[in-house]
């Protein structure tokens, strides 16, 4: 299936004050100064700066004025971060951001590709539930959505009675979704979905870096694009760059600001329940975030999802880019 389709570029915004206005620290973002596992925390912190809806929850909490359940994230940085969404996440003392990520459980020393999952996750009933009965997101039985399940446990027999029922249970249900979706492969691989299979895991920190860089060159341009033109854009990352633009064409620019927008919506459903958020892993992308029937537009598969769920996840982006994200004039106002 084609789902192709032009998206034209944001304008910026009215108050934007134009590239000679623009400091560098804004958009250019340079991965060698911080270590591989305070990478996941920083791109976290910046997309949320760029997020109207998270800045306002922020605002507030610290107002302490009621609203209808803030998300996990808006409460941690309100709660932590007193200089969001002013400054950004460099201008907060390195010492200083390390003592609050440790007291909230993070290891900033830790890289998050590393990390081992456990065999078996369970999640609260009411965040799985949260897309459905907010109208935002419903499971459409696509294949990703088999993933999901709620399971019911009866205390009265002995665990090792339970575990022996789920595996009985789990060996029949993998054989069947095998069987049924073998004509829908994922990955370079083209393997089936629900065959067992093991990542295989990068080498060394510098690798585990490079997948970063590319997140944060997308959130540079949706940035630069809230202040000014492609063409000025370009001009001005090449002139810093020393003849090396952040993109050199309208069409990688727009791809990029769209592609930005797609992980900021992510985040902003993730971080309803969860701080700093580890989404760069493809299938943590609908595991954590919760996506049913509306596939990623740009990286992922699209044959598990029709056109309609396509074209319907894309007009979330473009109300996203239009109305919930922050000029720079406008994160350092409040």
């Given at each position: 299936?084609?789902?192709?389709?032009?998206?034209k570029?944001?304008e910026?915004r009215?108050?934007a004050?134009?590239s000679?206005?623009?400091?560098?620290?804004y958009?250019d973002?340079?991965?060698s100064?911080?270590?591989v596992g305070?990478?996941?925390?920083?791109l976290?912190?910046e997309f949320?700066?760029?997020?109207?809806?998270?800045?306002q929850?922020?605002?507030?909490?610290?107002a302490d004025?009621?609203?209808?359940?803030?998300?996990v994230f808006?409460?941690?940085?309100a709660a932590?971060f007193?200089?969001?969404?002013?400054k950004a996440?460099?201008?907060i003392?390195s010492?200083l951001?390390?003592?609050?990520?440790r007291?909230?459980?993070i290891?900033?020393d830790a890289d998050?590709f590393?990390?081992?999952e456990?065999?078996?996750?369970?999640y609260?009933?009411h965040?799985?539930?949260?897309?459905v009965?907010?109208?935002?997101?419903c499971?459409?039985?696509s294949m990703t959505d088999e993933?999901?399940?709620v399971i019911?446990i009866?205390f009265?027999?002995?665990?090792?009675t339970i575990?022996?029922?789920?595996e009985?249970w789990l060996?029949k249900?993998?054989?069947e979704?095998i069987?049924?979706?073998?004509?829908?492969p994922v990955?370079?691989?083209?393997?089936n979905?629900?065959e067992?299979?093991t990542p295989p895991?990068?080498?060394?920190?510098?690798?585990?870096?490079?997948?970063f860089?590319?997140?944060?060159?997308?959130l540079?341009?949706l940035r630069?694009?809230?202040?000014?033109?492609w063409d000025s854009a370009?001009d001005?990352?090449e002139?810093?760059s020393e003849?090396?633009?952040l993109?050199?064409e309208?069409?990688?620019?727009?791809?990029a600001?769209?592609?930005?927008g797609?992980?900021?919506?992510?985040?902003?459903?993730?971080?309803?329940?969860r701080?700093?958020?580890f989404?760069?892993?493809p299938?943590?992308l609908?595991?954590?975030?919760?996506?049913?029937?509306c596939g990623?537009p740009?990286l992922?598969n699209?044959r598990?999802?029709?056109?309609?769920?396509?074209?319907?996840?894309?007009?979330?982006?473009?109300?996203?880019l239009?109305q919930?994200?922050?000029?720079?004039?406008?994160?350092?106002?409040?």
């Amino acid at each position: 299936m084609n789902t192709s389709r032009t998206i034209k570029l944001t304008e910026p915004r009215a108050d934007a004050q134009g590239s000679t206005t623009t400091p560098r620290n804004y958009w250019d973002f340079n991965l060698s100064q911080v270590t591989v596992g305070h990478l996941n925390p920083w791109l976290n912190y910046e997309f949320a700066r760029s997020c109207r809806g998270i800045v306002q929850c922020v605002q507030k909490i610290r107002a302490d004025i009621e609203q209808e359940t803030p998300p996990v994230f808006a409460r941690f940085l309100a709660a932590r971060f007193p200089e969001f969404p002013a400054k950004a996440w460099l201008e907060i003392g390195s010492k200083l951001r390390i003592e609050r990520l440790r007291s909230a459980g993070i290891d900033p020393d830790a890289d998050p590709f590393d990390r081992r999952e456990e065999p078996i996750e369970i999640y609260d009933i009411h965040d799985v539930l949260d897309g459905v009965s907010g109208g935002e997101m419903c499971f459409s039985r696509s294949m990703t959505d088999e993933v999901y399940g709620v399971i019911k446990i009866n205390f009265d027999h002995e665990n090792s009675t339970i575990v022996k029922t789920f595996e009985a249970w789990l060996a029949k249900r993998r054989t069947e979704l095998i069987k049924q979706y073998k004509d829908n492969p994922v990955g370079r691989e083209n393997r089936n979905f629900f065959e067992p299979h093991t990542p295989p895991r990068q080498r060394g920190h510098g690798a585990n870096q490079s997948q970063f860089r590319p997140w944060f060159k997308r959130l540079a341009a949706l940035r630069l694009l809230q202040e000014m033109k492609w063409d000025s854009a370009a001009d001005l990352t090449e002139e810093a760059s020393e003849g090396h633009p952040l993109y050199s064409e309208k069409r990688a620019w727009t791809r990029a600001q769209q592609e930005a927008g797609d992980l900021l919506l992510r985040f902003t459903m993730a971080w309803k329940s969860r701080s700093f958020p580890f989404l760069l892993v493809p299938k943590r992308l609908h595991r954590e975030v919760g996506l049913t029937g509306c596939g990623h537009p740009f990286l992922s598969n699209t044959r598990a999802w029709n056109q309609d769920n396509v074209e319907h996840y894309r007009e979330r982006i473009r109300n996203l880019l239009a109305q919930e994200t922050l000029s720079r004039q406008e994160i350092i106002s409040f």
